[in-house]
């Protein structure tokens, strides 16, 4: 395990440490027979009870450095380090979008035709993660219906409810790949 000292850190335990003991003073007697001063304690009630709390809030004080320490450094083996993996789309057509944000971002996985009834699956290219959809569309009544899921391999699944059928709206990415699939 290695230690990296925070210098931040040792300056604030420095200065909690004066600001608790600057309240605590030991109590002087001038010897009137000499210049000399005599270092003694009066244990008294009020100086345990004083140095009882000064331990008391030391001990706070440490707890809560070592706390603050643990939590702001971590080595790099703690760090969790995540790459999302792109799905790659080398040979798969790109669907073209009117929105500017959204072109380049949807590619055409499979096609199958069945009569009137087209069903694709595509992939939709985020900026932190990637999400597949599989839609049925019917060009001559102008109707789909689609499901998203979050990997590939949960479109493979025979028991997908692509939910109801509906009119894809205009200016929207449903509508952009209905007119893709419809006018090829």
């Not at 028991?159 to 006018?183: A, E, H, V």
Request: proline share 3%; net charge positive.
């Amino acid at each position: 395990m290695s230690v990296r000292f925070n210098w931040g850190l040792i300056q604030i335990a420095f200065i909690g440490l004066f600001y608790l003991l600057k309240d605590f003073k030991l109590p002087v007697e001038k010897n009137n027979f000499s210049t000399n001063f005599n270092w003694s304690i009066k244990f008294n009630g009020k100086i345990a009870i004083k140095i009882i709390f000064s331990i008391f809030k030391l001990m706070i004080y440490i707890v809560l450095i070592v706390f603050i320490y643990k939590s702001c450094s971590t080595k790099d083996s703690d760090k969790e380090i995540q790459v999302e993996q792109k799905f790659n789309t080398t040979g798969l057509s790109s669907i073209p979008m009117k929105d500017i944000n959204e072109n380049n971002r949807y590619f055409l996985i499979s096609h199958q035709k069945d009569n009137q009834l087209h069903t694709i699956t595509y992939v939709r290219i985020g900026n932190d993660a990637d999400a597949f959809g599989k839609m049925e569309i019917n060009c001559t009544k102008n109707l789909i219906r689609k499901i998203s899921v979050e990997n590939q391999n949960s479109l493979l699944s025979s028991n997908l409810d692509l939910g109801p059928w509906y009119t894809p709206t205009p200016d929207w990415t449903d509508k952009d790949i209905f007119n893709f699939i419809c006018n090829r």
